[in-house]
T-cell receptor
Framework: NAGVTQTPKFQVLKTGQSMTLQCAQD?????MYWYRQDPGMGLRLIYY???????DKGEVPNGYNVSRLNKREFSLRLESAAPSQTSVYFC??????????FGPGTRLTVL | AQSVTQLGSHVSVSEGALVLLRCNYS??????LFWYVQYPNQGLQLLLK??????LVKGINGFEAEFKKSETSFHLTKPSAHMSDAAEYFC?????????????FGKGTKLSVKP
């Protein structure tokens, strides 16, 4: 089992560029999540998907969009990147018992 | 609404000493509580979780945490620190306000272990 995988691992963008962060899980979980991690802030939820075909906003959704492509995949899109979106992004998925399993993260720098 | 407070953004202990990382929570319903560990440049890994069974929860790597309802606390302990325990630790509570399974995280405590 690969668990939760994320691509890319690192990315540098210029202000205004767009990109999509990819996430996939092979644990047959219904729920998937996108978080951002900033120093001293812990993890903050951007968007989540309780099941295939549904998505909901989390604490900090502005500037992001998501797509739950199928049960395995949940992508995060930045349409017009801003320096404030420089962060480490984590994808996670969860089972019915609520334990969340995290991917290795994507380090994004917006210049 | 649920919330989590971790006291101390940095904790430093000597190898072999007791590790105590503090977490207090706020929840209007019986909480599910979690401790995660993050090693440098890695994702988060579950250490242990409390889901209303035994109040003393044992996790991986010799860590344990005790749920104390009267104190709204879920502190993480390990009797004897090892150099490999150096990492950042996050306490989290399940958020019942949104979709089942959302977690609200504390801001984290970075643990340093001195030789």
């Amino acid at each position: 089992n690969a668990g939760v995988t994320q691509t890319p691992k690192f990315q540098v963008l210029k202000t205004g560029q767009s990109m999509t962060l990819q996430c996939a899980q092979d644990m047959n979980h219904n729920s998937m999540y996108w978080y951002r991690q900033d120093p001293g802030m812990g993890l903050r939820l951007i968007y989540y998907s309780a099941s295939e075909g549904t998505t909901d906003k989390g604490e900090v959704p502005n500037g992001y969009n998501v797509s739950r492509l199928n049960k395995r995949e949940f992508s995060l899109r930045l349409e017009s990147a801003a320096p404030s979106q420089t962060s480490v992004y984590f994808c996670a998925s969860s089972e019915e018992s609520a334990t969340q399993y995290f991917g290795p993260g994507t380090r994004l720098t917006v210049l | 609404a649920q919330s989590v407070t971790q006291l101390g953004s940095h904790v430093s202990v000597s190898e072999g000493a007791l590790v105590l990382l503090r977490c207090n929570y706020s929840s209007s319903v019986p909480p599910y509580l979690f401790w995660y560990v993050q090693y440098p440049n890695q994702g988060l890994q579950l250490l242990l979780k409390y889901t209303s069974a035994a109040t003393l929860v044992k996790g991986i790597n010799g860590f344990e945490a005790e749920f104390k309802k009267s104190e709204t606390s879920f502190h993480l302990t390990k009797p004897s620190a090892h150099m490999s325990d150096a990492a950042e630790y996050f306490c989290a509570v399940m958020n019942y306000g949104g979709s089942q399974g959302n977690l609200i995280f504390g801001k984290g405590t970075k643990l340093s272990v001195k030789p």
